[in-house]
């Protein structure tokens, strides 16, 4: 689920609060990071059970209000959020319901706020013109909880600032969750089930990469610092946004501790780190120190990649 572009995004956030304290070490870095990603996936799992807890109170509200479903001369649609493709294979979703139970997570607390969400969706123009449709095919079923959970869910202003006042993991997860819940969502036409994605792609991996990135840029600060210092021109290194100079370390880091990752991608990936979280010219400043600090190492051999098309 989460790619490496990914972990680097939540490794500098670390770094750069570690950066930022008095009172950090690598260790709470490295835990901190490793506990905002599985806030990552809490919330992934949160906004794929949102809908069946719409479909449920649905259940309520026909049952509650029963007679309004039916007249004298017909029968009202069949039509129903519980009757959906997309939401019956998440109701049917051991793998949801089990990880959502093994991590402790669900709407419970927040009950009277899913139904505040769930009152403007059934009172939407979306919902009613559903109910009217005439036995949808599954495409348009699936077209029917892409738009409901944009509407709703994805660009609801209301929904996205409870999230973030719940938790302050999730205001900068939320779009890409959002992405991974539409895959989720898609998945329903094309399997049996619907494909609950893993948190990690190859959890020891990357939890090594996690924990290389975050003691080596940590444990070689000085080191660091002089590799960049020497190639600096007419600049002050403590004129250089803080910012920046993280993610050259970073860079370092993993051109030199992570044999697997080619130098080129990891200057490319870093370079587009600092578009994402820096000033405008940070790219061109960052290519051009890194370009003349990796020559010096590999001068100096300090350059070891291994592996297919890795070594150089």
């Known amino acids: 689920?989460?790619?490496?572009?990914?972990?680097?995004?939540?490794?500098?956030?670390?770094?750069?609060?570690?950066?930022?304290?008095?009172?950090?070490?690598?260790?709470?870095?490295?835990?901190?990071?490793?506990?905002?990603?599985?806030?990552?996936?809490?919330?992934?799992?949160?906004?794929?059970?949102?809908?069946?807890?719409?479909?449920?109170?649905?259940?309520?509200?026909?049952?509650?209000?029963?007679?309004?479903?039916?007249?004298?001369?017909?029968?009202?649609?069949?039509?129903?959020?519980?009757?959906?493709?997309?939401?019956?294979?998440?109701?049917?979703?051991?793998?949801?319901?089990?990880?959502?139970?093994?991590?402790?997570?669900?709407?419970?607390?927040?009950?009277?706020?899913?139904?505040?969400?769930?009152?403007?969706?059934?009172?939407?123009?979306?919902?009613?013109?559903?109910?009217?449709?005439?036995?949808?095919?599954?495409?348009?079923?699936?077209?029917?909880?892409?738009?409901?959970f944009k509407k709703f869910i994805q660009k609801n202003d209301f929904f996205v600032n409870h999230l973030e006042e719940k938790n302050i993991y999730w205001a900068d997860s939320f779009p890409f969750c959002c992405e991974m819940v539409v895959k989720a969502f898609k998945s329903c036409l094309t399997n049996d089930e619907v494909v609950i994605q893993d948190l990690l792609r190859d959890p020891i991996e990357d939890r090594e990469y996690i924990h290389k990135m975050v003691f080596e840029t940590i444990n070689n600060d000085t080191y660091w610092v002089s590799l960049i210092t020497n190639r600096l021109k007419n600049w002050d290194m403590d004129r250089i946004a803080m910012m920046d100079v993280i993610l050259m370390k970073m860079a370092l880091t993993e051109i030199v501790y992570i044999e697997t990752v080619p130098v080129k991608v990891s200057i490319d990936e870093y370079i587009e780190l600092s578009k994402e979280y820096s000033t405008p010219k940070s790219n061109l400043f960052i290519n051009g120190v890194i370009d003349k600090v990796v020559l010096d190492l590999r001068n100096q051999n300090k350059i070891a990649k291994t592996g297919r098309g890795l070594i150089e």
């Open 1 to 148: 689920m989460l790619s490496r572009h990914h972990l680097r995004q939540r490794i500098l956030q670390g770094l750069y609060a570690y950066y930022q304290s008095n009172e950090a070490s690598a260790a709470v870095t490295e835990k901190n990071i490793l506990f905002g990603i599985e806030r990552y996936y809490d919330l992934y799992l949160l906004l794929l059970d949102i809908f069946r807890e719409f479909a449920h109170l649905e259940y309520l509200y026909r049952k509650d209000v029963q007679a309004n479903f039916h007249t004298k001369k017909r029968t009202v649609s069949p039509n129903s959020l519980q009757s959906n493709l997309v939401i019956g294979k998440l109701s049917c979703s051991k793998t949801l319901s089990e990880r959502m139970k093994k991590r402790g997570i669900s709407w419970q607390e927040d009950f009277d706020f899913v139904k505040q969400i769930f009152y403007k969706l059934r009172t939407s123009a979306e919902y009613n013109e559903y109910l009217k449709s005439d036995n949808p095919e599954a495409k348009l079923q699936l077209d029917f909880i892409l738009r409901l």
